[in-house]
């Protein structure tokens, strides 16, 4: 799945710092975990083991799905500073 | 590095020396020291299509403007479909633009395909064929009218950004506004991060005017309260994968001569999600994706990727990238409720244009934005060059903007097809008519030795058990007052 291939086949320029910082306190509320399914690079998982939302933030395609579909107000929310995160270019 | 000493990027240096010199990620954008630098008539922020209009426009009238963008260079956080259609704004800003601008192909075929289970239908328009129109990106502006340009962003945005600062305009790449800086109940400037790029924004750039054109999000017109945040109902997710092929094997696949494009529009294909699917031509590359209205995507909880793989598994898209090498993915917001969203265009200080004022929106057969981009940026230009003329940025002079838009075919568009769009968010479109269409079609095609009855019939065979008849005569008569009348 293309998703499997995430960082082949798009280029990123990580930050050190996440720009998008979850509360997992305040998933575990949570009915939907919209997140989990709708983020486009997979970016939130659900972990059974510890029984909480997972988040990654170095994948982001910065779309802002995960900012308009989480209702809880779990997530500080930012583009990446200036500069850095994904730079979509052509082959 | 004071913008005050970035002189090669005011007025004229070679463009490309102007994209590159922006301020680099490690320094950020330093302003000054913490302090406020100014001297500009305007800040636009965000150099997509809007943004880069807005400013090319207040840089003609002489205003001295400064064009912000996050990305590295302009374009690299922007994707679409994509097919820019032919609008008159670009050239008012850049003569010649319809021949110079970097696009890939002239579109001069477009389908529309209705994916069942096991089959699909489509329906195909052609403009005047192949090498009559060979250089059809020089042709007259009638002859553009049935036509649209597919192209690349990141090396469009780029290009068209490099045009704004050979025009005057101050680009600077790698600079994230965080926010507005208000005074007195009015926006004077932006907020943008400080020498050591903490969150939070410690330096301020000061102007009478901003233009927010900082695409779907929307985030500065929401901080200044223009809007309360664009809604799941209200936007789309689309993603896109790009698959590299030779220009022979599309031309071929497509039945497409030198640089002639098409483009398919594909409904059916998002199990039930309210959307569609897409292939693009770009001249060596196809543009393949979906678009999901984000609220049905959270109800039918399908993980964008997952459809995705099985879009491009499907019958009439498997046999197009046969031999193709996937290059790139990636995934973008975008308008969709037309007029249902159309934010307060205004405030005292701020114009807003582009996706951020939600101007992008499918009718179910084409798919608009970038024109509608330009035109709100090249209006905004217009009534900021009034405004800073007059020295007025008061809310009731920058109001003239709101009725700009109500008199171009933005907002005309969107009100003609507010019901259609209204209609693109039933859900049964997406799922049962889809399956109504390729049953019918089945029907009429399938020869199996039994005596065949009129369509009429067949059609209420297909309907029966999908479409109660009471909701069919309803949707006919939506569908009707959505496009006929
Ligand atoms: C999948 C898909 C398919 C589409 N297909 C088509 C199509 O076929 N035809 C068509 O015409 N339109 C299409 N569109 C819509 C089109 O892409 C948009 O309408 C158009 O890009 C809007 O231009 P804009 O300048 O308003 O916003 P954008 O192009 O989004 O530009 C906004 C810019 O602002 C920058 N920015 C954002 N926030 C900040 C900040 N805080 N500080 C600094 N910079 C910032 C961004 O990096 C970006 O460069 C499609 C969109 C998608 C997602
Ligand atoms: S949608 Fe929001 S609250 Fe729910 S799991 Fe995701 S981030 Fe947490
Ligand atoms: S912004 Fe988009 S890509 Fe990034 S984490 Fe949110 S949903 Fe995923």
């Known amino acids: 799945m293309v998703v499997d291939e995430i960082f082949e086949l798009v280029s990123y320029r990580i930050h050190p710092e996440p720009h998008i910082r979850l509360n997992q306190d305040v998933c575990q509320g949570c009915t939907h975990r919209a997140c989990t399914f709708a983020c486009p690079a997979r970016c ?10 997972e988040f990654a933030y170095e994948a982001c395609l910065e779309c802002g799905t995960c900012l308009l579909l989480c209702d809880r107000g779990a997530l500080d929310w930012h583009y990446p500073q200036g500069g850095y995160g994904v730079r979509f270019r052509v082959a | 590095m004071p913008l005050a000493t970035q ?45 880069t209009s807005a400013a090319l426009g ?22 679409f479909g994509g097919m820019m259609a032919y609008c008159p704004a670009p050239e008012q800003l850049v003569p010649g633009f319809w021949e ?20 699909s239908t489509s329906l195909v328009f052609q403009a005047r064929s192949g090498s009559e129109r060979s250089s059809v990106g020089a042709g007259s502006s009638s002859d553009r009218s049935l036509t649209g340009f597919t192209l690349f962003r990141p090396i469009f945005d780029r290009w068209y950004a490099e045009q704004a600062v050979a025009a005057g305009v101050t680009l600077l790449t790698s600079c994230r506004a965080e926010g507005l800086l208000m005074r007195d109940g009015a926006v004077r400037g932006v907020r943008i991060a400080g020498g ?39 936007v789309a997710l689309g993603v896109r994968a790009l698959y590299l092929l ?17 483009t398919n529009e594909f409904l059916g294909c998002t199990e039930g999600i309210r959307g569609g699917g897409f292939v693009y031509t770009q001249t060596e590359t196809l543009s393949i994706g979906l678009v999901m209205h984000l609220d049905s995507l959270k109800q039918k909880a399908i993980p964008p990727y997952e459809l995705m793989e099985r879009f491009v598994a499907s019958t009439p898209v498997a046999p197009l990238l046969r031999g193709a090498r996937l290059v790139e993915y990636s995934a973008h917001l975008l308008p969709e409720a037309g007029v249902r969203m159309t934010p307060r265009l205004s405030a ?46 008061t809310a009731p002079r920058l109001a003239g903007y709101a009725k700009e838009m109500k008199r171009s075919f933005v907002l005309r568009d969107l009100r003609t097809f507010r019901r259609a769009i209204d209609f693109l968010h039933h859900d049964r479109l997406f799922e049962d008519y889809p399956r109504v269409v390729s049953a019918l079609m089945e029907d009429v095609y399938r020869s199996d030795g039994r005596p065949r009855t009129k369509i009429a019939r067949m059609g209420l065979r297909a309907v029966r058990g999908v479409v109660p008849i009471r909701q069919l005569i309803a949707d006919a008569i939506r569908v009707g007052r959505a496009y006929l009348w």
């Not at chain 2, 490309?16 to 800040?43: E, L």
């Not at chain 2, 951020?356 to 905004?380: I, K, P, V």
Request: charged share 20%; proline share 4%; net charge negative.
């Open chain 1, 44 to 53: 939130y998982t659900w972990s059974e083991e510890r029984a909480r939302v």
């Open chain 2, 7 to 51: 002189k090669p990027l005011a007025n004229g240096g070679r463009a490309g020396d102007a994209v590159d010199r922006g301020a680099t990620p490690h320094g950020g954008a330093s302003v000054g020291g913490g302090s406020s630098a100014g001297g500009f008539d305007a800040i636009v922020v965000g150099a997509g299509p809007a943004g």
């Open chain 2, 58 to 79: 207040l840089a003609q009238k002489g205003a001295k403007v400064l064009l912000l963008e996050r990305g590295e260079y302009p374009g690299a956080k922007n994707m």
């Open chain 2, 100 to 119: 110079r601008a970097p696009w890939e192909r002239a579109v001069t075929k477009r389908v529309l395909s209705i994916a069942g289970r096991e089959s």
């Open chain 2, 196 to 234: 050591g790029g903490t969150a939070g924004g410690d330096d301020v750039v000061e102007a009478p005017l901003v233009i927010a054109c900082d695409g779907a999000l929307s985030l500065l017109a929401q901080e200044a309260g223009l809007h309360g945040g664009f809604k799941p109902d209200q």
């Open chain 2, 246 to 262: 030779t220009e022979e094997d599309i031309n071929e696949r497509f039945g497409l001569a030198g640089r002639e494009g098409a």
């Open chain 2, 348 to 393: 005292a200080g701020l114009l807003v244009a582009g996706d951020a004022a939600g101007f992008c929106y499918t009718n179910g057969l084409t798919q608009e934005g970038m024109n509608m981009a330009m035109t709100s940026g090249l209006l905004a230009a217009k009534v900021g060059a009034e405004a800073l003329a007059q020295g007025d940025f």
